[in-house]
C-alpha cells in the first residue's frame, strides 16, 4: 500500500547523530566538505583559526580576510556547479573566539585569576578549559579590537604557562544553495505565486498542476484509493473543501514532487516559480544547519497557487532542487 506523506513530514532512521552536510541527492554535500572544518561545533566554514604568536594579527584585516573567504567560497562554488547558485544565510552573528593553550591541565582557573582576565575583558565570555589545557574567550564581532588583541598576545608573551594564542571566528554562516534557472532556461519569466497549506501526495508523487474543482476532486479521490484508512479519509475530505469553483476560476493549484534531504534539520522552501515556453518550473531552495543535523530523514512536497493567465499555455512542470 502506498504511503502519503505530508508537509514536512520526518521519517527516524536508525542513526543516533549524523552530520547532515552529507548524502544530499545532488552531492552537494561533497562540495560543501571540501571547506575545512576548524571549530568544535562543526560548522562547515572557510579555516579562519590561526595561532598569532610569532605574526600578530592585525584584527581589521583578519575580519575582512574571513569575510572575503566566504565570498570566495561561494563564487568558487557557483562556478565549479553552473547548474547552482550558493549563498550565505547565517541564522546567527559571527563572533570571535580566541584560545589560549596551557603548559598544563588543571591551571586555567588560575591562570585566569592571575591576569584578572574578567576585569581585563569585560565585555568577553571567558571560559576555563581545565581538561583539554585550554582558556576560551569570546567576543562579540563588534567588541573585539586591536587593543583586546595586543592585551591578549602580551599576557601570552609574558606567561611561560600559556604556549599559544590563537583567534579564529565562529558563527555567521549557513549554506544555502539553489538551482540556476539560467542554466536550464535564458528567458525565466517569474510569476506571482503563492505557497499554501500542505496537501497530502503519494510516496510516488509527480509533479502536477491542477487547474479545475473537477480534476482536485479527482486528486483526492486518487489519494483516498491509495490509503484506506479512517485518519487520511478525514484529512483527505477536509483538504478537498480547501479550494472550491472560485479559487479555480482564477488560479491553479501547483503540487510538486516529493523532495528528500537526509536530515529534519535541513530547510527546504519555494524560492521562486517561473515560466518558460510551455514549461514551469518550481525552484527549491536548500539551507543546510550551521552543524549537526537531527537524525531523520526530510520529505517534502510543496501546493503552490498560481494565476491560471499565467500557465495558460504551460503542458509541463519541473521542480529544479
Not at 552536510?21 to 579562519?48: C, K, L, S, W
Not at 573566539?97 to 591541565?105: D, R
Not at 509541463?316 to 532542487?321: A, K, M, N, P, Y
Request: hydrophobic share 40%; charged share 25%; proline share 3%.
Amino acid at each position: 500500500m502506498k504511503r502519503l506523506f505530508l508537509l514536512f513530514v520526518c521519517i527516524s532512521t536508525i542513526f543516533s547523530c549524523i552530520s547532515c552536510m552529507g548524502g544530499t541527492a545532488d552531492d552537494t554535500a561533497a562540495h560543501i566538505n571540501e571547506v575545512t572544518r576548524y571549530d568544535i561545533t562543526t560548522q562547515f566554514i572557510p579555516d579562519t583559526t590561526q595561532p598569532t604568536d610569532s605574526e600578530p594579527i592585525d584584527v581589521a584585516q583578519f575580519i575582512l580576510d574571513w569575510e572575503k573567504s566566504i565570498d570566495d567560497y561561494l563564487s568558487q562554488e557557483s562556478n565549479k556547479h553552473p547548474d547552482k547558485l550558493y549563498l550565505n544565510e547565517p541564522d546567527d552573528e559571527p563572533f570571535i573566539i580566541c584560545y589560549y593553550t596551557l603548559a598544563e591541565k588543571n591551571i586555567a582557573d588560575s591562570v585566569i585569576a592571575k591576569h584578572d582576565m574578567q576585569a581585563l575583558f569585560p565585555e568577553a565570555v571567558i571560559n576555563p578549559l581545565t581538561y583539554i589545557k585550554m582558556i576560551m574567550i569570546k567576543f562579540a564581532m563588534e567588541d573585539f579590537t586591536q587593543e583586546s588583541y595586543d592585551k591578549m598576545l602580551e599576557i601570552k608573551n609574558k606567561d611561560s604557562l600559556i604556549e599559544r594564542l590563537s583567534v579564529g571566528v565562529e558563527g555567521g554562516v549557513r549554506i544555502a544553495y539553489l538551482p540556476n534557472i539560467d542554466y536550464y532556461c535564458k528567458d525565466a519569466q517569474a510569476i506571482e505565486h503563492t505557497v499554501l497549506s500542505p496537501i497530502l501526495v503519494a510516496e510516488d508523487s509527480a509533479d502536477l498542476i491542477i487547474r479545475s474543482r473537477e480534476e482536485y476532486d479527482r486528486y483526492i479521490d486518487l489519494m483516498k484509493k491509495t490509503n484506506s484508512s479512517d485518519y487520511y479519509a478525514e484529512m483527505l475530505e477536509k483538504q478537498r473543501a480547501l479550494y472550491d469553483e472560485a479559487f479555480f476560476a482564477e488560479n491553479a493549484l501547483i503540487i510538486t514532487r516529493i523532495i528528500a534531504r537526509s536530515s529534519g534539520s535541513i530547510q527546504l522552501s519555494v524560492n521562486n516559480v517561473y515560466t518558460s515556453g510551455d514549461k514551469a518550473y518550481v525552484v527549491v531552495k536548500t539551507l543546510e544547519p550551521g552543524g549537526m543535523g537531527t537524525a531523520d530523514m526530510k520529505y517534502q512536497s510543496f501546493s503552490i497557487s498560481v494565476k491560471q493567465s499565467d500557465i495558460a499555455n504551460v503542458k509541463e512542470l519541473i521542480t529544479l532542487d
